[in-house]
């Protein structure tokens, strides 16, 4: 539904096959970001509009706007006040970990939750971490950290102004629920046999050298093959795993079929509005003599999706593995991923003798298995 941008664009446009290589072609050609985001705002109005006719247990959903440049530049020049040292490619945990003044800061004025994120000053004058505030100090006392969610009777979440001076915990967040529920002291638990063919071995793990991470725990999932990927096969892999949301214990038993089913949803789109409907007859008929493009694309896209269907025939994940189980024991054995806590995924792990698994400080002695067999 998007309409042709200029050559330079779509040619730049076609080398690229994830998210990850858009972004990269970008950095080099600020040209194509300006053109691609101006090229989807008809789309991105079209599924805001759908999406704000919806709603779940009769609230209408809300679609907001994107941070823009200058919303995120301002954030980055807030991070840096705080710690000079900062750099925009610092965006992920373990390297604001490396960080020790960062890192004070946020045990000092930060609430992290798995889902949000706030911060707080201490208010105290003299505090050489938080530095002192901009606001007087009885608006500062009217200031809370963001409330964790509550149940409520209607099977709704309580509000946030019930809940907004309150002292509670995360306990009610569903998939903490989960992991609270493992006792390591005394769990007993139902092995579930996986769904693959053949019995995972590290010699699998190697020959796919890729693994998919859960969107719920961050856990790192192995993917398995009886026969050895080519560098062309794990990027294809890669490229596609990019585009997926993937929660443990789901299996991609189905994943070739996702062409069928994809053209199976275009069918049951539902019925919008005529204004809608009439702008898009129009983009329609603006698009007719860029069909011969699209034939070429369509024959890309059906070549894609059958490398994509081959490699599934043979790529298996392990899907008896959950969010509360442990990094599965062969991403170690496999010798090919970096080191990580085998509890909470952390990269930030402690010097290990050779027959444990490696551990975080804060997971520690808690670790329900420690020594490797």
């Not at 985001?37 to 789309?43: G, P, T, Y």
């Not at 907001?64 to 919303?71: F, G, I, L, R, V």
């Not at 301002?74 to 000079?84: A, D, G, K, L, M």
């Not at 983009?283 to 011969?292: L, P, V």
Request: net charge negative; hydrophobic share 30%; glycine share 2%.
């Amino acid at each position: 539904m998007r309409n042709k941008m200029n050559d330079e664009s779509e040619n730049l446009m076609n080398k690229c096959g994830t998210m990850n290589e858009i972004h990269k072609i970008a950095e080099k050609n600020p040209r194509l970001k300006e053109d691609l985001i101006a090229n989807l705002q008809a789309l991105i109005d079209l599924i805001s509009d759908v999406f704000n006719r919806q709603s779940f247990k009769d609230i209408p959903f809300e679609t907001y706007t994107a941070a823009s440049e200058m919303e995120i530049e301002r954030f980055w020049e807030t991070i840096q006040f705080v710690n000079e040292s900062v750099t925009h490619e610092d965006r992920i945990a373990e390297q604001i970990k490396q960080r020790a003044h960062m890192q004070e800061f946020m045990e000092h004025c930060c609430k992290a939750r798995h889902y949000f994120f706030s911060i707080k000053k201490c208010g105290e004058p003299t505090c050489t971490i938080c530095h002192p505030l901009y606001c007087s100090p009885e608006d500062s006392e009217q200031l809370h950290f963001f409330p964790d969610p509550v149940p409520s009777e209607d099977l709704h979440y309580k509000s946030f102004e019930e809940l907004y001076d309150m002292q509670i915990t995360e306990d009610h967040r569903p998939s903490f629920k989960s992991a609270k529920a493992k006792k390591k002291d005394k769990m007993t638990t139902t092995k579930v046999k996986h769904s693959m063919p053949f019995c995972p071995s590290a010699v699998c793990v190697k020959n796919v050298g890729v693994v998919v991470n859960c969107v719920e725990c961050e856990k790192p999932c192995l993917l398995f093959s009886a026969k050895k990927f080519s560098v062309k096969e794990r990027e294809i892999l890669q490229g596609f795993l990019d585009t997926i949301f993937y929660i443990c214990s789901i299996s991609f038993y189905n994943t070739r079929d996702l062409t069928i089913a994809a053209q199976k949803n275009q069918q049951d789109i539902p019925e919008l509005p005529d204004d809608i409907e009439e702008n898009i007859d129009k983009e329609d008929n603006c698009n007719e003599k860029e069909q011969h493009l699209d034939s070429e694309n369509e024959e890309f896209d059906k070549n894609m999706e059958d490398s994509i269907c081959d490699l599934f025939s043979k790529v298996f994940v392990n899907d008896s593995w959950t969010c509360v189980s442990q990094v599965e024991k062969l991403y170690y054995s496999a010798g090919i991923y970096p080191e990580l806590c085998i509890e909470c995924e952390s990269l930030n792990v402690n010097e290990v003798a050779d027959d444990e698994f490696s551990c975080c400080s804060s997971c520690g002695n808690n670790t329900a298995v420690s020594k490797k067999h």
